[in-house]
């Protein structure tokens, strides 16, 4: 008879937020609840030894170091990028891995605190969406042009966008209309 020890506490807030995160990307512009605020139940679950990680907090850049994942020293050299802000970071999106039409699984995705239910209101279309869905998301019109140019699917790069212990996710098959 095997025995296998239950799930330990880390073992269960990892796998919540991986299905949060999972189902977010997979139903862009649905609100997924993790267990935990903020970025490091995101970092536990996605990032291991052989991930290349860029995050603008010094804190978070800690956390990354534990888990032996090398640290970028700037985007495009990233899998994962953890940015607190979008505001003021163009230069460091336009950077952005976005793979190639053979490996567009090259494409970097992009973890960035975002508040949901203020600002920029957008019409969400693509796999997953059911017809189209709106959602108001506080990142300026600009970086959607931006995301656009640099999102020529399969190219570009996957978003999910924390609130808190809310996530919405929108990957680079996901076409934006700002309204």
């Known amino acids: ?7 330990d506490a880390v073992e269960l807030r990892a796998n919540a937020t991986f299905e949060a995160l999972m189902w977010a990307l997979s139903r862009p512009g649905d609100i997924r609840d993790m267990p935990e605020a903020g970025f490091s139940a995101v970092v536990e679950t996605l990032v291991d030894l052989e991930c290349t990680v860029f995050s603008d907090d010094p804190d978070l850049r800690a956390q990354i170091a534990a888990t032996g994942a090398l640290q970028a020293e700037d985007v495009s050299q990233a899998d994962h990028v953890f940015l607190s802000s979008l505001e003021g970071a163009e230069a460091r999106l ?6 190639s039409a053979l490996y567009p699984d090259d494409g970097a995705t992009l973890v960035a605190a975002v508040r949901h239910g203020v600002g920029q209101r957008v019409r969400l279309s693509g796999p997953g969406v059911d ?10 019109s600009g970086f959607w042009a931006m995301r656009a140019m640099l999102c020529a699917y ?3 790069f996957d978003m999910l966008l924390v609130d808190g212990r809310s996530v919405i996710g929108i990957p680079r098959s996901t076409k934006v209309e700002v309204l």
């Open 94 to 99: 336009v950077a952005l891995r976005c793979g």
């Open 1 to 7: 008879m095997l025995t296998v020890a239950p799930p």
């Open 154 to 156: 399969p190219e570009g």
């Open 131 to 140: 017809g189209t869905i709106e959602v108001t998301l506080g990142i300026a």
